[in-house]
């Protein structure tokens, strides 16, 4: 696709439910980025992932949330046992690779935990 | 003490006045420094990136560094009630970003 897609947009769950939530990348980026960002919050970073291996993984905030990232490309970010303090926009971000090239970002999905 | 430190207004200005927007970090192995604007409910884009001292200027939008300050800054000028946003510094390989600073342009 042109851009980097992420879904679902909306995503609504009880507490204690795992969610999934998907980054589709631009073609030919190998790096790829997971962001948190909650009301009036910067953007927290999550992990990063070169191709499919995770060399930095130094965000994640609990062994709750996981992620991967299969055939260079699609990534899936998991929160299991979801938790009040889980809702938040979850950002997707690619990148060519190279750390002094443009980073681009999805839409989010923004998770509401009730 | 946070990476980046990024005042997080919110800042209101009349239409067509110049805006300055800072950021100050701690680390000096940064070297790469990106401005992104961020409408509500939208993900962030990239506005300006500069990877050394000194200025560069884009438009109405014009990033300055000081390295030996640590310290970055975005001028806009002739601002628009369009350029209303929040403005995120970022910096870094993996894209440390400041809180984000609320901008509102009134008419």
């Known amino acids: 696709g042109a851009g980097v897609s992420q879904s679902p947009s909306n995503k609504v769950t009880e507490k204690g439910k795992d969610v999934e939530l998907r980054c589709d990348p631009i073609?030919?980026?190998?790096?790829l980025y997971w962001y948190r960002q909650s009301l009036g919050q910067g953007l927290e970073f999550l992990i990063y992932f070169q191709g499919n291996s995770a060399p930095d993984k130094s965000g994640l905030p609990s062994d709750r949330f996981s992620a991967e990232r299969t055939g260079g490309s699609v990534s899936t970010l998991t929160i299991q046992r979801t938790q009040q303090e889980d809702s938040a926009v979850y950002l997707c971000?690619?990148?060519?690779?190279?750390?002094?090239?443009?980073?681009?970002f999805g839409q989010g999905t923004r998770l509401t935990v009730v | 003490q946070k990476e980046v430190e990024q005042d997080p207004g919110p800042l209101s200005v009349p239409e067509g006045a110049i805006v300055s927007l800072n950021c100050t970090y701690s680390?000096?192995?940064?070297?790469?420094f990106m401005w992104y604007r961020q409408y509500s409910r939208k993900g962030p884009e990239l506005l300006m990136y500069?990877?050394?001292?000194g200025n560069k200027e884009d438009g109405r939008f014009t990033a300055q560094v000081d390295k030996s300050s640590k310290y970055i800054s975005l001028f806009i000028r002739d601002s628009q009630p369009s350029d209303s946003a929040t403005y995120l510094c970022?910096?870094?390989?993996?894209?440390?970003f400041g809180t984000g600073t609320q901008l509102k342009v009134e008419l």
């Open positions: 500069t990877y050394s001292s």
């Open positions: 680390n000096s192995a940064f070297q790469y």
């Open positions: 971000a690619s990148r060519t690779g190279g750390v002094g090239t443009e980073a681009f």
């Open positions: 970022a910096m870094g390989g993996k894209l440390t």
């Open positions: 073609s030919g980026h190998t790096a």
